[in-house]
């Protein structure tokens, strides 16, 4: 290995005392490929056989927990007894890479695909004409915390070292914390401190299957979007206020979706700063973050962990692009790496054939494709 990128390399130890051998992670990446009962296929399996290798943790593609909250063809699911042998078989064949695997939770609400939900309701915090989501009863909202619960239930059973709470990218969670989309008057919406009900409702139960499993080095995370356009999207100030409520809990990790790294705050703080900074500073070492957003290259891998803004960073299109990008950094041939798609190598790259069509098509939040123009997302 060049010694340039020995810091990429470095262990971390989370609070649970669990070692995370290197500061790389894989981010979640959903592939349309999964059966569809939810259980691993033949193309997931070859997508996911060596994007794991040398990356410090591998965090799976977002996995349903509740049958009304399917929001992808081919999505996984981990709603049911049933999925418990798919899913060891999913943990089993990240974990023999040598990555710790972590399997990301996940309800779609009012972004759920109608017809993937076998005649049963979208459901949101409020009702939605724009998606045809209803909103939520009580009973129901305590239902979804319980989906949660029994879904990291399966993932320690089936042998994940972790799970990652999916509470970013305009998903369910995030519909509950944002006053956009959250407007109930009950005590699951109202003032932010009812809007953050929800999500650390669901980060309280998934906390307890860890403690009555007796599993302390089960690792758990959550994922956040920092802010929202539109007037009532979610704000810096309110992020801040979330992240200081997620620092109170017994988690390992934040991690903080975003599509460009350096993505500055658009408003409710200093927009001179970036998103990552001040969350970095807000926490003031209680949590490790997780960085996202456009780094492609080991320079970049490398010039985003020593900002000192985060302590790993995460890659989802540049391990689409190279499927062995950590072993070709630590094996020095960083002159291997590409930043973009060959539409020609359709078997090269073991992209399940949904995922592929969509890739060649080109699009913001797909990787580049050589030849064709590519204009990041600016979210
Ligand atoms: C094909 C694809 C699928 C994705 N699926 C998920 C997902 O299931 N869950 C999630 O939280 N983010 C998902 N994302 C977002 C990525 O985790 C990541 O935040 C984003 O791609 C920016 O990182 P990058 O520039 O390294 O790709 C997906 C991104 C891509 C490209």
New binding site residues.
Partial sequence: MNRQFLPLFEPYRFNNNVEIKNRLVV?????FASNPDGTLSEQERQFLQHRAQDMGMFIT??TLISENGKAFHGQPEATKEAQLESLSQTAELLKKQGSKAIL?L?HGGKLALSELLNGKDKVAPSDDPETGARALTEVEIKGIIEDFAQATDLAIRAGFDGVEI?G??GYLLQQFFSSQSNRRTDQWGGDLANRLRFPLAVVDAVDAVRAKHQRPEFIIGY?LSPEEPGENGITMTETLAFVEALAQKTLQYLHI???DFYKKVRRGSDSEITRLALIHQQLNGRLPLIG????FTAEQLLAALDTGWVEFV?????V?INPTLATLIKEGKTQEIITALDPEKTDHYQIPDT?WRLCVQGGA???PVKGKDWQPIDL
């Fill in positions: 981010a979640p990446m959903t592939h593609a977002a990301q996940h999916h970013a990218n994922r979706s975003l599509w996202v957003g456009n780094l995460a890659v989802g299109k540049s689409m995922l939040w797909l990787p």
